[in-house]
C-alpha cells in the first residue's frame, strides 16, 4: 500500500516560476526522501530529511517537514525545463522500508 | 562507483508464460529492494532483502511471484505464471542502510499480451 500522498497529482507552471508539492503520510517515520523520475526512466534520489529535523536545503530545492502533521513539502525555486519530471515523496521507515507515494507530475513550460 | 544494473531493459511475454528480472545492486549495499510501477501510479514494494534474508515481502503475490538473493549480491525476480495486469515496470534499488538515500536501477519494462 502506498504511505505517502502527494499533493497536486499534476502541476504545470512556467520557467522562472516557483514549484511546491506537498506529501502526507500516515505511519510514524526515521526520515523521509524525495526522488525525481523522468520519463521512462529510474528514479533519482534528491534529498532526504530525518525526522528530527525541520527544514533542509540543497540547491534550488527547500524541503520541509513537519511530523505533528505528518506532512511535508517540496519546494523548487526558479525552475527550469529541464525539471520537468515526476516526483515521489518516500517515507523512511523502522526496519529500513521505503514506502513511495502517487507522485507529483511537474511540467515547466519554457 | 558503479550503478544498480538490472537486466533486461524490455520483456515482451504472453500471458501465463513465466519471466525473470535480474539485479545487481551496488557493491556493499546490504538492501536490496523489488518494486512494480504500473503506469501513472508509484513505485510498490514487492519484497524487501537485507543481505539475503527476507525483510519484508508483504506485497508479494506470491502465488506467481518469487524472488531470492543468494550469497547477499544480485537478485531475481520470477513471475510465473504471468497475466495482463503485471505489465508494468520492475525497479531494483539497493542502499547501504537505515538512513540513506536508495539508488535505482533503469528498470525492466514488462509488456504481457
Known amino acids: 500500500s502506498q504511505q505517502g500522498e502527494e499533493d497536486p497529482q499534476a502541476l504545470s507552471i512556467q520557467e522562472g516560476e516557483n514549484a511546491t508539492m506537498n506529501c502526507s503520510y500516515k505511519t510514524s517515520i526515521n526520515n523521509l526522501q524525495w526522488y525525481r523520475q523522468n520519463s521512462g526512466r529510474g528514479l533519482v534520489h534528491l534529498i532526504l530529511i530525518r525526522s528530527n529535523e525541520r527544514e533542509k536545503h540543497s540547491g534550488r530545492l527547500r524541503v520541509t517537514l513537519d511530523t505533528s502533521k505528518k506532512s511535508s513539502s517540496l519546494l523548487i525555486t526558479a525552475s527550469r525545463a529541464a525539471d520537468t519530471a515526476s516526483y515521489f515523496c518516500a517515507t523512511g521507515e523502522y526496519g529500513n522500508k521505503l514506502v513511495f507515494g502517487a507522485g507529483t507530475i511537474l511540467r515547466v513550460k519554457s | 562507483e558503479a550503478g544498480v544494473a538490472q537486466s533486461p531493459r524490455y520483456k515482451i511475454i504472453e500471458k501465463r508464460q513465466s519471466v525473470a528480472f535480474w539485479c545487481n545492486p551496488i557493491s556493499g549495499h546490504a538492501t536490496l529492494y523489488w518494486y512494480q510501477q504500473i503506469l501513472g501510479q508509484g513505485p510498490k514494494l514487492l519484497i524487501q532483502f537485507q543481505n539475503n534474508g527476507v525483510v519484508d515481502d508483504s506485497q508479494l503475490p506470491k502465488d506467481r511471484f518469487s524472488a531470492e538473493r543468494l550469497k547477499g549480491v544480485d537478485s531475481t525476480l520470477k513471475i510465473q505464471p504471468a497475466k495482463l495486469e503485471d505489465s508494468a515496470v520492475y525497479l531494483c534499488?539497493?542502499?547501504?542502510?537505515?538512513?540513506?538515500?536508495?539508488?535505482f536501477g533503469q528498470g525492466t519494462r514488462l509488456t504481457v499480451v
Open positions: 534499488a539497493s542502499r547501504p542502510g537505515p538512513g540513506t538515500e536508495a539508488f
